[in-house]
Structure formats: C-alpha cells, structure tokens
C-alpha cells in the first residue's frame, strides 16, 4: 500500500497554474518602447502567441514544462530555428510539355526521377481527320500545315521543401547538464542535452555517413534510472534492441561550452556536437550567441540553479502515511484473522491452518481447554489522528487543502462566507506565487529566445489573421522595438470574485461615460470599457474577445459621419436673406443674358444687310470665303461669351439648391457638423 499524496497534491496544483496561463488567447504582450511602434505591437504581440500556439503545441510543452518542474524541482524547454526540409515524392502521368514546364517552374525544389515520353494516340488521330477533311476539299492551306509533335510524359519527381520556423521541444530532466556550481543557464560555463540519436537521423542531419557508421553503439545510457521509474508501469524493461544499423541509437552531447578558442584571452560560447558514451568524437565546434534552454522552478533557491520541487515537499509525509496505512491495515488483518495459541496434538493443523467462512476446526478436547486466541491490540484510535496530523502537515507545506479542493463539505458549510473566502484567498497564494515565478523566470525567457530567432532567422513575410483582417508580418523589423511582458491571470481571488470586480468597475466606468455626456474624456473611453470587457470574457474562459465586442479604434473606422444639428432660428432668418440675394443676382444675371441674345441677333442682322449692300453697290465678285471666315470668327466669340454666361447661371443655380438644402439639413460653411454658423452681417457664400 502506497498513499498517493505527491500525485494528489501536484495534480491539484496544476490545473490553476495551467489555467492562469491559457485562459486568454495572449500569453505574452509586447511593449512598445516609443509611441511609433504602438501599432507594430498589436502584430507582434499577436504574431508571438501564433508561433507559440499554432506553429508549436503551446498547451502540451506548458504542461510538461511545469509538470517537470513541480515533480522533479526543474523543467527545461529547448528553443532554436528549425530550417525544416521536408522530401515528397509525386508521380505524374500524361503531362503535355506546357504541363511539365509549370512543374519545372514552381517554388519548390523539384527533381526529376524517372521520365517517360509517349504518343498522344487520341491527339494524332484527330488531327489526320482534319487533313483528310483539307486534302477532300482541295485547300491550299494544307501545304503550309506544319505536323505538331503528339507528346506526352509520364514523370516520377521528386519535390523538396524547405521551411524555417521556431522549434520548442520538451526536454528531460534527466537530458539535461549543467555546470554543477552555475547560478543560471546564461552564466554557466558548461551547459548540455545529452540524447539517443539514431544513425539514421544523424546522416539526415548532414554528417558523413562513413564518419556515422564509425560511431560507437550506446550501451550506458540504455538504462537510466529516471527513465526506468517513468517507464516501470508501462513497461518493466524498455530496452529496445535494434534490428537494423541505421536504427541503432548513439548517445550525443549537444554542449555549450565557455572557453577560449581563439587564444585572446577571452572566453566565447561555443556549440560543440560530440558523440559516443564519454563524447570523445568531435561532430561539429561552431560558434554560437547564446544556449537554447529556458527552465523553471516552484520554488527557486537564492543563489543556486536547481531550486525545490513541490513533491519534494511531500515526498516524507508519503512516506510516513504509507507506513502508517500499512501497520493499520496489518492490525486489521490479524483483528480478523487472529493467532491461536493450541494444545499440541489435540487439534487438526490443516483445519485450523484453513481459514473459510463456516469452516470446521476438529479437536480431540473440547476447544476451549485445547484452543486460545491470541488477541491482538487495535492501534486505530492512534493511528487516524496520526494521519489527520499528517494532512494537516501536508496542507501546511503546500497549501493545496481540502477546502480548496471541494472535499470538506462540513468544513465549508460551517464557515461564515467571510471566513471561507478568506480561507480560499490564504489557499491560492501558494499557487499565485508559483505562477508569478514561472511567468517571470522560465517563460518570459521562453518568449525572449522566440522573439530573437524570429528577429535574427525570419527574413520571409508571412500572413496571419489580426483582429478578423489578414495582415502580412516581418520580423526583422522589430529588433530592439519591444519589451516582452508576461500576462498571467487577472490579479487576486478566485474567478468568481474576479468576475464580480470587474462587474464592478464596468458599472463606475459605465457611471463615469454617463457624466460626460456620453462622450470620451475626461476620465472614461470606449477603450477603458472594451478593455474590462474583454477581461470578463477572457475570465469565462472565453479566448476570441472579438467575437463579442469590437474594438472602438476599429468601429469607429466602420461608422458613418455623424448628422449635423439643426439650425438655430436666427442662422433660418440669415439663410432666408441669403436666398432672396441670390435668387436676386439670378434674375439680373438672366436679364443680362436675354439682352446679350438680342444684341447678337442685332448684330447678325447688320452684317447680313452691309454685304448685300456692298454687292450691290460695287457689282464685284466679293471674296466669300474671307467674309465667311470672319463671320464665323465674330460667332465664336459670341458663342464664348454666351458660353460663359451660362456657365454663370449654372454655377448660380447650382448654390441656390446648396443653399435650399442647407436651409434644412446643414449650415453654411460646415463640413461634417462643425459648429460655427454665419452671423449676421457676415459676407455671405454668394457675394
């Protein structure tokens, strides 16, 4: 018998620890460092959480990594860019030459591994029907016909893609090596992964296959004594022995190592490959910029690397309940089955060895002369206060109580609330504070290394969905525009109390927006309140906040202008005056253009009575072309100013309606509901 109380207290912790951290949708916010890089943070901060989510399974290396933390004092995340080659093979059939050329011609690597030419029986036919049908009709088309090729090809290609992303990969504890007296992973002078490798992978990774084959088999780290324990109740020896060379597993140092490699004196990080038990075959020494591993710790110790883990907590009163349990459940079994002190040879020892319900026990005296039980001492008034001491020891260290758990009902309902609260409050600190160290130690460092390789690596544009719109994302433009903060939970208290809080402060804001006449400022905006929104929802455990409400900055995007108010009774009276000035300099304008009329009609009638005058009198053959010439010049500019007194009565008709409708709808000299009218004696549009 074993009491299960590490499993009972991790398993109680973590869901709250996963919780604060995957209820909203964002993990982690980027922070501009100047007001110009406000916008580009929206797309970062989004981009980050997409790359987390999307391009790695966010939620399942979150588990592991806290996981590994509260059972085995650290976890470990291995981050690093992935230049992803992924080979397909493709076979394709009766592809004509235009076909085969868009295959040639397409992004990926493409290499042809089998290739086949063949006739297009169908296309060939076809096309001597139309020869026959020319040659019957005697068409001279026929001898300039040139005899197309009937080709087809049957190909097996081979296409390569290559693909560069973050990578972020679980990590062992027992994988794991460090310096032994480093403070942290950035300050020691040794840091590696230690992992079994297949030949297979190596070769694919890019080393020599014969320098591969040379490679020792691993046969020391076959039997790990962590790996052994995760694995005993699934299997009770994994060793796995492989049937063929190119499956057979290698150990690899993956080491970064600090020491001088140019001989200035200075020490430089250096990333050295090294393979076999004691890693004496060198693979690769390059240099690097820093050490691809993030860790946490519930509980971290000042000045030390490997803090306290949360079963290390409970791992004794375990022990000492299981030992307990045990004894009890021992005094019980002799309680029931109690021993028997008897008379030599006056009893059966095959019926008394035989213990079955109504079972016969013969003897050749009567039993109690011959028969004695030897009572044993019940322990269990000792023994259950005992491992309610124990509980309470275990609550004490942990802070992960019965109350909190749901399991004391009495306990809870003789309580006050206040005093419930308060219990629950004084509960959740011990996980608050475990949430606040993993969001400022090993995932604020996790989305730091994201940040930088995507900075340094990520040279193509990629398209991700902000805000229900398509917006394309770079990241070489962000270097040193951002500070990475963590977002973790919503403050204090449970979700409950959360909620009614925030309910609150939404109805001062609401209260607040009122005041001001329902407009934004002095002291409330439409985004103070969308921001208290989203987090009611993201606390109902609802990640898509868009879904719910829109943000103002983009709905004000999608609102139509404003109606402007209407006009006062004095700017009715000045529109009136306005009217009447126009329609008066309308009238005169109009009368001017009638006389203009009959001065050009005068004036043609002039011209027409002086040349046949002129022909009359001097009996000569006058020159009409000329005449005519310049009677269509005296036209045009008639026409012209004719011309431009039209347009002049257009242009007045045209603000006499401006001028009706404003009358109703807008004032003068507005665009959009601005808020200054004509006063009287003011020069007016019109004049």
Same mark, same amino acid.
């Given at each position: 018998?074993?009491?299960?109380?590490?499993?009972?207290?991790?398993?109680?912790?973590?869901?709250?620890?996963?919780?604060?951290?995957?209820?909203?949708?964002?993990?982690?916010?980027?922070?501009?460092?100047?007001?110009?890089?406000?916008?580009?943070?929206?797309?970062?901060?989004?981009?980050?959480?997409?790359?987390?989510?999307?391009?790695?399974?966010?939620?399942?290396?979150?588990?592991?990594?806290?996981?590994?933390?509260?059972?085995?004092?650290?976890?470990?995340?291995?981050?690093?860019?992935?230049?992803?080659?992924?080979?397909?093979?493709?076979?394709?059939?009766?592809? *004509?030459?235009?076909?085969?050329?868009?295959?040639?011609?397409?992004?990926?690597?493409?290499?042809?591994?089998?290739?086949?030419?063949?006739?297009?029986?169908?296309?060939?036919?076809?096309?001597?029907?139309?020869?026959?049908?020319?040659?019957?009709?005697?068409?001279?088309?026929?001898?300039?016909?040139?005899?197309?090729?009937?080709?087809?090809?049957?190909?097996?290609?081979?296409?390569?893609?290559?693909?560069?992303?973050?990578?972020?990969?679980?990590?062992?504890?027992?994988?794991?090596?460090?310096?032994?007296?480093?403070?942290?992973?950035?300050?020691?002078?040794?840091?590696?992964? =230690?992992?079994?490798?297949?030949?297979?992978?190596?070769?694919?990774?890019?080393?020599?296959?014969?320098?591969?084959?040379?490679?020792?088999?691993?046969?020391?780290?076959?039997?790990?004594?962590?790996?052994?324990?995760?694995?005993?109740?699934?299997?009770?020896?994994?060793?796995?022995?492989?049937?063929?060379?190119?499956?057979?597993?290698?150990?690899?140092?993956?080491?970064?190592?600090?020491?001088?490699?140019?001989?200035?004196?200075?020490?430089?990080?250096?990333?050295?490959?090294?393979?076999?038990?004691?890693?004496?075959?060198?693979?690769?020494?390059?240099?690097?910029?820093?050490?691809?591993?993030?860790?946490?710790?519930?509980?971290?110790?000042?000045?030390?690397?490997?803090?306290?883990?949360?079963?290390?907590?409970?791992?004794?009163?375990?022990?000492?309940?299981?030992?307990?349990?045990?004894?009890?459940?021992?005094?019980?079994?002799?309680?029931?089955?109690?021993?028997?002190?008897?008379?030599?040879?006056?009893?059966?020892?095959?019926?008394?060895?035989?213990?079955?319900?109504?079972?016969?026990?013969?003897?050749?005296?009567?039993?109690?002369?011959?028969?004695?039980?030897?009572?044993?001492?019940?322990?269990?008034?000792?023994?259950?206060?005992?491992?309610?001491?124990?509980?309470?020891?275990?609550? @004490?260290?942990?802070?992960?109580?019965? *109350?909190?758990?749901?399991?004391?009902?009495?306990?809870?309902?003789?309580?006050?609330?206040?005093?419930?609260? @308060?219990?629950?409050?004084?509960?959740?600190?011990? *996980?608050?504070?475990?949430?606040?160290?993993?969001?400022?130690?090993?995932?604020?460092?996790?989305?730091?290394?994201?940040?930088?390789?995507?900075? =340094?690596?990520?040279?193509?544009?990629?398209?991700?969905?902000?805000?229900?719109?398509?917006?394309?994302?770079?990241?070489?433009?962000?270097?040193?525009?951002?500070? #990475?903060?963590?977002?973790?939970?919503?403050?204090?208290?449970?979700?409950?109390?959360?909620?009614?809080?925030?309910?609150?402060?939404?109805?001062?804001? #609401?209260?607040?927006?009122?005041?001001?006449?329902?407009?934004?400022?002095?002291?409330?905006?439409?985004?103070?309140?969308?921001?208290?929104?989203?987090?009611?929802?993201?606390?109902?455990?609802?990640?898509?906040?868009?879904?719910?409400?829109?943000?103002?900055?983009?709905?004000?995007?999608?609102?139509?202008?404003?109606?402007?108010?209407?006009?006062?009774?004095?700017?009715?009276?000045?529109?009136?005056?306005?009217?009447?000035?126009?329609?008066?300099?309308?009238?005169?304008?109009?009368?001017?253009?009638?006389?203009?009329?009959?001065?050009?009609?005068?004036?043609?009638?002039?011209?027409?009575?002086?040349?046949?005058?002129?022909?009359?009198?001097?009996?000569?053959?006058?020159?009409?072309?000329?005449?005519?010439?310049?009677?269509?010049?005296?036209?045009?500019?008639?026409?012209?100013?004719?011309?431009?007194?039209?347009?002049?009565?257009?242009?007045?008709?045209?603000? *006499?309606?401006?001028?009706?409708?404003?009358?109703?709808?807008?004032?003068? $000299?507005?665009?959009?509901?601005?808020?200054?009218?004509?006063?009287? $004696?003011?020069?007016? #549009?019109?004049?």
């Amino acid at each position: 018998m074993v009491s299960t109380d590490v499993s009972d207290t991790i398993e109680s912790i973590l869901p709250n620890l996963l919780r604060v951290f995957t209820a909203s949708d964002k993990v982690v916010r980027c922070e501009p460092v100047t007001g110009e890089d406000v916008p580009m943070a929206e797309q970062a901060t989004a981009y980050l959480n997409h790359v987390f989510y999307k391009d790695n399974n966010g939620f399942q290396l979150l588990y592991n990594f806290f996981k590994d933390a509260l059972i085995e004092k650290n976890g470990f995340l291995k981050i690093y860019w992935d230049d992803n080659e992924t080979v397909e093979y493709e076979t394709y059939e009766n592809l *004509s030459l235009e076909d085969k050329e868009a295959l040639e011609d397409s992004k990926d690597e493409i290499e042809f591994i089998e290739e086949e030419e063949i006739e297009d029986e169908s296309a060939k036919e076809e096309f001597e029907k139309v020869v026959a049908e020319y040659e019957a009709q005697g068409n001279p088309a026929i001898a300039n016909m040139q005899v197309p090729k009937f080709t087809l090809y049957n190909c097996r290609i081979k296409r390569t893609k290559r693909t560069g992303k973050v990578k972020i990969e679980s990590v062992p504890p027992e994988e794991f090596l460090i310096d032994r007296n480093a403070k942290t992973i950035e300050e020691a002078d040794f840091v590696a992964h =230690k992992v079994l490798v297949t030949r297979s992978d190596l070769i694919s990774m890019g080393y020599p296959e014969d320098e591969v084959k040379d490679l020792p088999k691993s046969e020391l780290d076959i039997y790990n004594n962590e790996e052994i324990t995760r694995q005993r109740d699934i299997d009770e020896y994994p060793v796995d022995n492989a049937t063929d060379e190119s499956t057979e597993k290698v150990l690899i140092y993956e080491s970064y190592v600090k020491y001088d490699y140019d001989g200035d004196g200075i020490a430089e990080l250096r990333k050295i490959v090294s393979a076999g038990d004691d890693g004496s075959t060198i693979l690769e020494n390059m240099p690097c910029d820093s050490v691809p591993f993030v860790t946490v710790t519930p509980i971290p110790m000042p000045h030390r690397f490997y803090g306290r883990s949360v079963s290390e907590l409970v791992e004794d009163v375990q022990l000492m309940k299981s030992t307990v349990m045990r004894q009890l459940l021992d005094n019980m079994y002799l309680t029931n089955n109690n021993r028997v002190a008897i008379m030599d040879g006056m009893v059966n020892m095959d019926d008394l060895l035989t213990t079955r319900p109504g079972g016969v026990v013969r003897t050749k005296q009567p039993p109690n002369q011959v028969m004695q039980p030897l009572q044993s001492q019940p322990i269990s008034q000792q023994a259950f206060p005992l491992l309610n001491y124990l509980d309470t020891v275990r609550e @004490a260290r942990t802070g992960v109580t019965k *109350s909190s758990q749901g399991l004391d009902a009495n306990s809870l309902n003789s309580k006050t609330a206040t005093g419930v609260n @308060a219990l629950m409050t004084q509960t959740q600190m011990r *996980s608050e504070l475990i949430a606040r160290v993993f969001a400022e130690t090993g995932v604020k460092d996790l989305f730091r290394k994201i940040f930088e390789l995507m900075v =340094k690596y990520q040279d193509k544009e990629k398209i991700i969905m902000i805000n229900n719109q398509y917006i394309p994302i770079k990241p070489t433009e962000w270097k040193d525009r951002f500070n #990475i903060s963590i977002v973790v939970g919503l403050g204090t208290g449970s979700k409950e109390q959360q909620t009614i809080m925030l309910n609150s402060i939404l109805e001062r804001q #609401i209260q607040a927006f009122q005041l001001q006449g329902g407009k934004e400022m002095p002291m409330v905006t439409l985004k103070n309140i969308y921001n208290t929104l989203s987090k009611v929802v993201e606390n109902a455990g609802l990640k898509n906040v868009e879904s719910y409400f829109v943000d103002p900055d983009i709905g004000k995007q999608m609102m139509p202008p404003p109606q402007p108010p209407a006009p006062t009774p004095i700017e009715k009276i000045e529109f009136t005056r306005i009217d009447a000035e126009n329609k008066r300099k309308i009238a005169d304008i109009e009368l001017q253009y009638k006389e203009l009329q009959q001065k050009t009609q005068a004036m043609t009638l002039d011209f027409e009575a002086k040349v046949k005058e002129m022909a009359l009198k001097y009996n000569t053959q006058l020159d009409t072309a000329k005449i005519k010439a310049d009677a269509d010049l005296d036209k045009m500019i008639i026409a012209s100013d004719t011309k431009i007194v039209e347009q002049a009565q257009k242009s007045a008709n045209m603000f *006499s309606e401006q001028i009706k409708g404003l009358n109703g709808d807008q004032r003068p $000299g507005q665009q959009g509901g601005g808020d200054q009218p004509i006063q009287p $004696g003011q020069t007016s #549009i019109g004049e």
